[in-house]
Nanobody, 126 residues
């Protein structure tokens, strides 16, 4: 059974940093794409970053490029999202997601994901 559990959200001032973690189980990173999404109040859910393929090639939504870094740690089956230079517009519930995908795919932010975590709130004050 695939399970995803996020942690690390909180309240931070603009310009600050947060590190989100997603503890995963039930699958191997080689066979799955994994991603971070977020949903702000009154807005649609949007993809933030994803990794796909055996080597975990990373992709980012334009507004977070240069500020966010996604990584995966095989030994701990953990996905992380390091968020720096946070802005009030980054405020949202952040979700970890996974789906089976054997090959690297640059469109991994635009595909449907089958498994989701419960989400963690990130609030950035101005």
């Amino acid at each position: 059974e695939v399970q995803l559990v996020e942690s690390g959200g909180g309240l931070v001032q603009a310009g600050g940093s947060l590190r989100l973690s997603c503890a995963t189980s039930g699958f191997t990173f080689d066979d799955y794409a994994i991603a971070w999404f977020r949903q702000a109040p009154g807005k649609e859910r949007e993809g933030v970053s994803c990794l796909s393929g055996r080597y975990g090639t990373t992709y980012y939504e334009d507004s977070v490029k240069g500020r966010f870094t996604v990584s995966r740690e095989r030994a701990k089956n953990t996905l992380t999202l390091q968020m720096n230079s946070l802005k009030p517009e980054d405020t949202a519930v952040y979700y970890c997601a996974a789906r089976r995908l054997y090959d690297n795919y640059s469109g991994c932010l635009r595909i449907r994901y089958d498994y989701w975590g419960q989400g963690t709130q990130v609030t950035v004050s101005s």
